[in-house]
């Protein structure tokens, strides 16, 4: 018992630990950095020609502006390390901090002469630490430090300050002349920035405003459609790029945390069965020797409350380990899509649930050892099954394994729920992650696109997961079904079914369930998908979706091949005798 | 009058070394088509586990047994299903009627199993019903019904499949005395019919109705009585139960 709440509140706190990930890494990054509310760029024309950043000194002294900085020079370049040669944009600051935007150095220092700083997400995928000699336009400079920014999309979606281009072009079109490909951002003294630039500087400055919720109508108001104008954007564009695959990960693990959080609790509740008839035997030993219902419930309680207690502890402290393997820090901001976090009310929950079984499993069979004789409590009269008539009827048309599978299944309906909602959380899971995966392929990507392979690695741990605790939901019901019918299993084979069959019956009682769980958790997937990210609609392939059907009922199967097989083989005799023992 | 059982030397032991229990040992044993015989013992004397062999319900350590002309005690698990399918019935002291099912359920039980179709499945239970008088407690479930009856829908399943041996093991133990000749009566009925049948009990009453007696003890026969009064005669008054 100990073992089993321990494994379902370990879930139960991962499930709870991600789901209460939803910290906002891009605000607290903005705060930290003092992100600007508007980016104004301007760049020169690309056929030649340098452009006036007075021009940008006009938007400093515009209404709701309260404070600024820059402009400052911004040059493409390449740069160059070991044998890596990547496209750069160059942006020039100064030594001190400015009022708007200052980088925050997560290593290193800031900017220096011949120190160049890296942005952190094109640091991490490149590979480049402080104290990196590179080569910036055919000249040496050494790595200074690695820094974050909210004043820009972090690589490799950067921000353009300079003539870029970012993935695949559209047919037809054709790059500016000198246009860096999908650059990285660095930034050097305002002096080497002109140094190393080979044409026309581009500039950028950054805008504070007196209420950022303002920024959209400030960019409509001064964002002029013409050559040579500044290009505005307000930080909600780069909140909506920044956060974009953050919140796919925010969602994907928060549903990801709901449903292990159900499937813990299906755990609990095929424990918590198993548990009470197990009890029945006990409580009647305790009623023959004197002692009360009162005082049954009181010896039980106090036994399961110190081990449920136990289990929780456990569980608590192996879910907090493993919720960080679901919730990686995010390259490119501070903070990340949330640590998880051991809240008091995880604690709460996982507690009062790990008690809850305690209690459970203890007051109905002290209850029940009240209402009925001390004698069928010794004797461990099973639970009486359930007859589901229609069935019975049904399964007298099928085949013998499909006979026997039916009247096991329906001699405990709560149970096939159980083993039903089990799988239809498993498999909506899966159809929900297929889909996601889905939308991940359909989209452009570059090769160092991190977020989009952590968000992938995410979503293959989530799944998992999801499985593996299926698995061993389906075993543990398996289990259980093989013990409730053991009597009825060793009547059926002296009346005639052979060893196989029983074993394919026993095997189709789960398969059934699971069947019926697949095909609603496939449409269900769908829906869960589609209600959690309403905008963009995903179709994983048809053939998967069909094959998920058939998949899990052959997986369902080899799980209860080997419990079904043994119980099939077990000598008949000995159980038929032993009802008169 | 020819064999439909025989077994040789038949053994069943249990643990090894010092330990060793021989719960059957060396039983020779025939029963002839039409017979009943009774096996009496007292408790553990190994007459259930002979029982059991002879249905193939158990595997035995040693010995042949041969039922309606084949050897069986060789036979693989799936050939001893068929065999309880097609050649045995059983009829236990705990009836063992699944609790789930109607009496008419539980009746045409072993037919479907054989495969037999749901039609000809019922059809036949319901012959069966009447035949030990309880064709009105078809939709009954077993929970409603007496000890008698209950142990009188056990019997109609043991017909089922019409095998060639039925095998009961105390099937008067869990009954009391109007409930034993109630039982008594429909054993006597099964054999006038012909039907060959092997009754292990403790009751004598029982036994007084077979017409051989076998005394075990230790594993081993250790007597055997030809009885002329058997189920041929006055039952009741025989047995001691009628008032």
Known sequence: ?581 | MSSILSTRGLTRTYGDGESLVRAVDGVDLDVAAGETVAVMGPSGCGKSTLLHLVGGLDRASGGEIHLAGRRVDQLTERALARLRRTDVGFVFQAFHLMDELTVIENVELPALLAGRSPRAARARATELLRRVGLDAKGDALPTALSGGQRQRVAVARALSNEPVLVLADEPTGNLDSAATLDVLRLFEDLHEAGQTLVIVTHDERIAATADRLISMRDGAFVDETRLTGGTTGHLGALAGLEG
């Open chain 1, 1 to 581: 018992m100990l073992l089993a709440i321990a494994a379902a509140t370990t879930t139960l706190t991962l499930g709870l630990a991600i789901h209460g990930v939803a910290s906002d890494p891009f605000q607290s990054s903005r705060e930290t950095t003092a992100g600007p509310d508007v980016t104004a760029v301007i760049m020169p024309d690309p056929e030649g020609g340098a452009v006036d950043p007075a021009v940008l000194d006009g938007l400093t002294g515009a209404d709701g502006v309260v404070d600024h900085s820059g402009p400052y020079p911004v040059a493409g370049a390449t740069l160059t390390h070991g044998d890596r040669t990547m496209d750069v944009q160059a942006v020039g600051r100064d030594t001190e901090p400015a009022a708007v935007d200052r980088p925050a150095v997560t290593d290193g220092d800031w900017v220096r002469g011949g120190g160049v700083v890296v942005e952190a997400a094109f640091a991490e995928a490149t590979g480049l630490q402080v104290g990196d000699p590179v080569t910036l336009a055919g000249r040496s400079f050494e790595v200074a430090g690695i820094a974050v920014t909210t004043a820009l999309v972090p690589y490799p979606w950067t921000t353009c300050l300079v003539h870029c281009v970012l993935g695949q072009l559209p047919e037809g079109m054709r790059s500016a002349p000198g246009a860096v490909r999908e650059p990285g951002t660095v930034w050097l003294t305002v002096t080497d920035v002109e140094e190393i630039a080979s044409g026309p500087l581009s500039y950028v400055s950054y805008l504070k405003l007196a209420d950022p919720d303002d920024a959209q109508a400030f960019v409509d108001a001064h964002n002029q459609d013409q050559p040579g104008a500044p290009r505005l954007e307000p930080w909600q564009h780069t909140f909506e790029q920044v956060t974009h695959l953050e919140r796919n990960s925010q969602r994907v693990l928060t549903t990801g945390g709901w449903l292990l959080g159900i499937l813990a609790v299906a755990s609990v509740a095929v424990l918590v069965g198993g548990r009470m008839a197990d009890q029945t035997q006990r409580v009647g030993l305790l009623k023959a020797v004197g002692a009360t219902p009162g005082l049954v419930a009181a010896i039980l309680l106090t036994a399961h409350v110190a081990v449920a207690l136990l289990a929780s502890a456990a569980g608590l402290v192996a879910g907090r380990l493993t919720a960080p393997l679901l919730s990686e820090r995010t390259p490119g901001l501070i903070g990340a899509a949330g640590d998880p976090a051991l809240t008091l009310r995880t604690i709460a929950i996982v507690t009062a649930v790990a008690l809850g079984v305690a209690v459970t499993a203890t007051l109905v069979p002290a209850i029940r050892s009240a209402r009925t004789s001390t004698v069928d409590a010794l004797n461990d009269a099973a639970r009486p099954p359930r007859r589901v008539g229609w069935l019975v009827a049904l399964s007298s048309r099928l085949p013998v394994a499909l006979l026997i599978a039916l009247r096991v299944a329906g001699r405990r309906p709560r149970r096939v729920a159980l083993s039903i909602a089990s799988m239809t959380v498993t498999v909506s899971g899966v159809v929900a992650a297929m889909a996601a995966n889905a939308q991940l392929a359909a989209q452009p990507i570059l090769d160092a696109d991190t977020e989009t392979q952590r968000l992938g690695e995410l979503l293959l741990i989530i799944t998992v997961t999801l499985i593996a605790l299926a698995a061993v939901n389906t075993i543990v019901v398996t289990w259980a079904t093989v013990l409730d019918v053991r009597h009825a299993s060793a009547l059926t084979r002296a009346l005639g079914a052979t060893p196989a069959q029983l074993s394919a019956g026993l095997s189709f009682a789960q398969v059934l369930p699971a069947f019926v769980g697949a095909v609603l958790g496939v449409g269900g997937g769908l829906v869960l998908y589609t209600a959690v990210d309403p905008d963009e609609v995903p179709l994983p392939p048809v053939w998967w979706l069909a094959a998920l059907v058939p998949g899990v009922m052959l997986a369902v199967a080899a799980l209860t091949a080997v419990p079904a097989r043994l119980a099939a083989r077990r000598p008949v005799a000995p159980l038929l005798q032993a009802e008169l023992a």
